[in-house]
């Protein structure tokens, strides 16, 4: 199979995930976002920073939902919803050693499962909260979610929904980010954004998104620096660095096999881009622990 054959597959398997998940789960998702929608009634955008710490696992997860990397976490979300189906007690739990890990290997949070699973969508959903406000969301928003989905778990004593519930928060709170920091784009700059979030591996160049947008090479250029303050490639050098940093903190990878995998031109290229926007080479800053600002 070729290897665009396998990512349409992948694709086409998320995409399955995402929309059985989103239907075993239809009306309590209605329910919860008609209470978010009456909820929102502060008129101050106020997002604030995280400065508590994170285990490095969670990292990997809440960093896409501070991103709004929507490709992302659907593929989190559509692994986590295989691995719910199977064993019916599967959630994403961020104290774990893994992101899919299971009951097993958390303490005795509580000795029932259905308040066990409760727990962990009060974890998952306050985590996902403070992300979501790192990621420039405005608290009024990601609190009106969390209040939402905490209100109505009170209502629900199915512990795989409740499950099902925890990874669509997870979602949520990132496609609101996600929604929120593009709000002022127009459909070119948004249809170039995702695809270069969902090929971030990938040398993306001008000519590929002209060719996807079917718009000349300037007038992305100038739409994404009227709509964004920044030009196409530096938006996708800056969504790599991104990238790369939650790679340094929560991976084992060599700085050059980081740079290949995102596609920098050279190791020594990326290093260079690394420091000025961090301030520390890969390795500096990987030793030094630093934590997302």
């Given at each position: 199979?070729?290897?665009?054959?396998?990512?349409?597959?992948?694709?086409?398997?998320?995409?399955?995930?995402?929309?059985?998940?989103?239907?075993?789960?239809k009306?309590?998702s209605?329910?919860?976002?008609?209470?978010?929608?009456?909820?929102?009634?502060?008129?101050?955008?106020?997002?604030?920073?995280?400065?508590?710490?994170?285990?490095?696992?969670?990292?990997?997860?809440?960093?896409?939902?501070?991103?709004?990397?929507?490709?992302?976490?659907?593929?989190?979300?559509?692994?986590?919803f295989?691995?719910?189906?199977?064993?019916?007690?599967?959630v994403?739990?961020?104290?774990?050693?893994?992101?899919?890990?299971?009951?097993?290997?958390?303490?005795?949070?509580?000795?029932?499962?259905?308040?066990?699973?409760?727990?962990?969508?009060?974890?998952?959903?306050?985590?996902?909260?403070?992300?979501?406000?790192?990621?420039?969301?405005?608290?009024?928003?990601?609190?009106?979610?969390?209040?939402?989905?905490?209100?109505?778990?009170?209502?629900?004593?199915?512990?795989?929904?409740?499950?099902?519930?925890?990874?669509?928060?997870?979602r949520?709170?990132?496609?609101?980010?996600?929604?929120?920091?593009?709000?002022?784009?127009?459909?070119?700059?948004?249809?170039?954004?995702?695809?270069?979030?969902?090929?971030?591996?990938?040398?993306?160049?001008?000519?590929?998104?002209?060719?996807?947008?079917?718009?000349?090479?300037?007038?992305i250029?100038?739409?994404?620096?009227k709509?964004?303050?920044?030009?196409?490639?530096?938006?996708?050098?800056?969504?790599?660095?991104?990238?790369?940093?939650?790679?340094?903190?929560?991976?084992?990878?060599?700085?050059?096999?980081?740079?290949?995998?995102?596609?920098f031109?050279?190791?020594?290229?990326?290093?260079?881009?690394?420091?000025?926007?961090?301030?520390?080479?890969?390795?500096?800053?990987?030793?030094?622990?630093?934590?997302?600002?």
């Amino acid at each position: 199979m070729s290897d665009n054959k396998r990512q349409e597959s992948k694709e086409e398997h998320i995409k399955k995930n995402i929309e059985k998940m989103e239907k075993l789960i239809k009306e309590e998702s209605k329910q919860i976002f008609a209470s978010v929608s009456q909820h929102i009634f502060m008129s101050n955008d106020t997002p604030g920073p995280d400065n508590g710490t994170r285990r490095i696992q969670e990292k990997a997860i809440y960093y896409y939902v501070a991103a709004g990397d929507v490709v992302r976490i659907d593929e989190v979300v559509s692994t986590a919803f295989d691995n719910i189906v199977k064993t019916k007690t599967t959630v994403i739990e961020p104290y774990t050693k893994g992101a899919f890990a299971g009951p097993d290997t958390v303490g005795d949070v509580s000795e029932s499962p259905l308040l066990f699973a409760k727990y962990l969508l009060i974890a998952n959903v306050t985590l996902a909260t403070r992300a979501a406000i790192d990621g420039g969301l405005p608290e009024h928003i990601a609190y009106a979610i969390s209040d939402g989905y905490l209100r109505y778990m009170d209502k629900i004593n199915d512990i795989m929904k409740i499950n099902l519930l925890s990874n669509k928060a997870l979602r949520d709170f990132t496609y609101a980010v996600h929604d929120y920091a593009f709000k002022e784009c127009g459909p070119i700059t948004k249809s170039c954004c995702e695809y270069i979030l969902r090929h971030l591996h990938d040398n993306i160049t001008m000519k590929t998104l002209s060719q996807i947008s079917h718009r000349s090479a300037n007038y992305i250029s100038d739409t994404f620096a009227k709509e964004l303050g920044m030009r196409p490639m530096t938006f996708i050098r800056s969504r790599k660095l991104e990238y790369a940093r939650t790679l340094v903190e929560t991976t084992s990878l060599s700085v050059s096999a980081i740079s290949d995998l995102l596609a920098f031109p050279s190791t020594s290229s990326f290093i260079t881009y690394f420091k000025k926007e961090y301030g520390l080479t890969p390795l500096q800053y990987k030793g030094k622990g630093v934590s997302p600002q």
